[in-house]
């Protein structure tokens, strides 16, 4: 009987370094997975595949077998296993119990964090990019090409900031480069982008003054036909067997010949 505590506590120690260990990564495992089947439930609920269909992300993890929202509860998944493991890995003593309190969890969190910003951002950017190239087709200009890009870019560039900030990366050279890139797009869109802000002003003074209506038929630098939509940077015109999509500083500046019938 006297030997029965040391036995006891030999078979506790025991099961406190090999079974529990083993009991906590499997717990971990099950939580895991049901916290992403849970979150891709709740994502989908929420409209993620719809506001992402379309865009370059969302085609990129198609072709890796995935989707949007099942990338995002794998990130959830790896999180809670993670943490799992490390819980894990400090109880049979291999990793010391004070880090993982204190450091470890907010280690991954920032990780985690990171990534999801990075993740946000590439799905924005290839969204804004094909709602500004689907929104504005029909203004038949070059300089329309580099807007989606611009679009996309810069809204990856301060995801990338946020998230490194969050990996407590030194931004400060990165701030300044953003800084120069802001004023490069500045100069750049106020020398790229005059022929377009040309045609919406014209565009606006046109809408509001109206010398010329659809249905009406007109003649604009040689070009005839009948008005078929008067936009903010175009204009659309077109005969029997052309249509014509003028850029309305072009309307302005040569002239409008309204043909009476």
């Known amino acids: 009987m006297a030997q029965s505590g040391p036995f006891v506590g030999n078979v506790l120690n025991e099961l406190s370094t090999s079974v529990i260990p083993v009991v906590v990564l499997i717990t971990g495992l099950l939580v895991g997975i049901i916290a992403g089947r849970l979150s891709r439930r709740l994502l989908t609920a929420a409209g993620i595949p719809g506001a992402v269909e379309g865009t370059t992300f969302e085609r990129t993890v198609n072709r ?115 800084g120069g890139y802001v004023f490069a797009v500045v100069v750049f869109s106020g020398l790229a982008f005059k022929d377009l802000l040309a045609a919406g002003a014209a565009g606006l003074y046109l809408i509001l003054s109206q010398p010329y209506s659809i249905g009406d038929t007109i003649d604009v630098d040689g070009n005839r036909g009948i008005v078929q939509e008067v936009g903010v940077f175009v204009t659309h015109i077109e005969n029997d067997d052309e249509e014509f999509i003028l850029p309305n500083h072009l309307v302005l500046r040569s002239g409008v010949i309204r043909i009476r019938s």
Do not use: C
């Not at 920032?110 to 993740?119: D, K, M, Q, Y």
């Open 64 to 178: 890796l077998g995935t989707s949007t929202a099942g990338l995002l509860s794998g990130f959830i998944t790896l999180f809670v296993i993670a943490l799992t493991v490390g819980l894990a890995l400090s109880i049979e003593g291999v990793l010391d119990t004070r880090f993982y309190l204190q450091q470890l969890p907010t280690y991954l969190l920032r990780v985690f964090v990171a990534a999801l910003v990075l993740i946000i951002g590439l799905i924005i950017g290839d969204k804004a990019e094909v709602e500004i190239r689907e929104r504005f087709q029909d203004v038949k200009l070059s300089e329309m090409s580099l807007l989606p890009r611009l679009a996309k870019h810069s809204i990856i560039f301060v995801a990338s900031l946020i998230a490194l900030a969050q990996l407590k990366v030194e931004t400060g050279p990165l701030l300044v480069l953003f």
